[in-house]
């Protein structure tokens, strides 16, 4: 199932993206076996990002023979999956110039937060400290307090496993095309760094400020951005484009003048303070309930228990109960080859030499045969 389905990959164990990545990968059809430490533990059926591949527990990488056998794996595979710092797999003799001697054809992929090579290559960080270094995380939040952290979506999982699919994806179409493969340098904090390429051009352009909560798309406009409501819960208003905040305006019954300025930076405060008091009278779900059905771009703030149950997503099974319970569903969505969530995190450990003998079975060259 999928449109991966036939694409087999390592994946070495780490955390954060590398593994958001294969669980993308997977889902899209992918056959991944996942290669942990010794003494790692029976997964956590509601570890959801471990889903859709197996696992082989017994491989000990700082052994010759356990090293062998993973080496094996990898000169049958279409890809690598690896988050170690920069020359953790060459000391265990499973770089990228030992695996592409096994196998010309290997995509390998190197996910970090830094990159292979630069000053910081080698040091430690998280999510949070590659994108402080990107910009992003200074434009965002309110004016005069602390940047927050946003989850760790920016730059483990948009800018770290993203970024890494989308390497993979292009490095096996190139080796499918050319027999011959490449290494992913896939850095979190280049990948961050990429995410912010709208907000560059609009300073190159002097249509963005370095303050925070003065931009069109930072909290500053007044049509964009949350209020608080009436039972403390939050309404999210997005009506950027003039005939949406039309509507905003029409529904709400504001026919004074401050609502001709939308555009208007000098006019913004005033505007924002309107807004909070009017959002501050009714409750969330009143306001939802209020400008259903129209064109406002008024949405509710919902929490990760709410946000199931609505009815958009429950129309489309945006989520879906698996045994590990609630999770989102595979994305984005084929029409031929429909993605799905293969199975849940792997209980039973993989015989590493079976896997051998089935991807084994295909001569190296059956991409090259699939395409004709």
């Given amino acids: 199932m999928g449109p991966l389905a036939g694409t087999r990959i390592v994946e070495f164990a780490g955390i954060g993206p590398g593994p958001f990545a294969c669980m993308l990968l997977g889902d899209m059809g ?28 017994q491989l000990d990488l700082k052994d010759a023979s356990g090293a062998r056998q993973a080496l094996e794996l990898v000169a049958a595979a279409d890809a690598v999956v690896e988050g170690f710092r920069p020359g953790v797999m060459e000391r265990l003799g499973l770089g990228p110039d030992v695996a592409l001697q096994a196998n010309p054809r290997l995509v390998y992929g190197r996910m970090t937060g830094w990159g292979q090579d630069g000053p910081l290559a080698l040091a430690a960080g998280h999510d949070i400290n590659y994108i402080s270094l990107t910009g992003a995380l200074a434009a965002m939040g309110q004016e005069g307090v602390a940047p927050p952290p946003p989850l760790n979506l920016v730059g483990d999982y948009g800018g770290g496993a993203l970024y890494l699919v989308v390497g993979l994806l292009a490095g096996i179409l190139s080796a499918r ?7 992913v340098d896939a850095a979190m904090c280049d990948g961050a760094a990429s995410l912010m390429t709208h ?31 009436a039972d403390g819960r939050f309404v999210a208003l997005g009506p950027i484009e003039s005939q949406f905040f039309s509507i905003l305006r029409e529904r709400l019954g504001c026919d004074d003048t401050l609502f001709d300025q939308q555009n208007d930076k000098a006019a913004w405060p005033a505007l924002r303070a309107r807004l909070a008091a009017i959002f501050a009278s ?5 306001w939802v309930a209020f400008f259903a059905g129209s064109d406002a771009c008024v949405t509710p703030v919902l929490d990760l228990e709410e946000a199931p149950r609505h009815s958009h997503f429950a129309a489309r099974r945006t989520f879906v109960s698996e045994a590990g319970g609630v ?14 969530i293969q199975n849940s995190p792997a209980l039973q450990a993989t015989d590493p030499k079976s896997v051998v003998r089935r991807w084994g079975s295909l001569p190296i060259s059956h991409h090259q045969e699939t395409l004709q």
Avoid: M
């Fill in 177 to 183: 095309r050319t027999g011959i493969g490449q290494v």
């Fill in 282 to 286: 009714k409750t969330r779900d009143e």
């Fill in 30 to 57: 992918a056959e991944i076996v996942r290669i942990e430490r010794p003494g790692t533990p029976v997964a956590d059926p509601r570890d959801h990002v471990g889903r859709s591949r197996s696992a082989i527990v």
């Fill in 327 to 340: 999770q989102p569903a595979p994305a984005p969505r084929f029409s031929r080859t429909p993605s799905q």
């Fill in 199 to 229: 907000f560059f051009a609009l300073r190159a352009q002097e249509r963005w400020t370095a303050r925070r909560e003065d931009n069109l798309l930072d909290g500053g406009a007044p049509f964009y951005r949350t209020y608080r409501c």
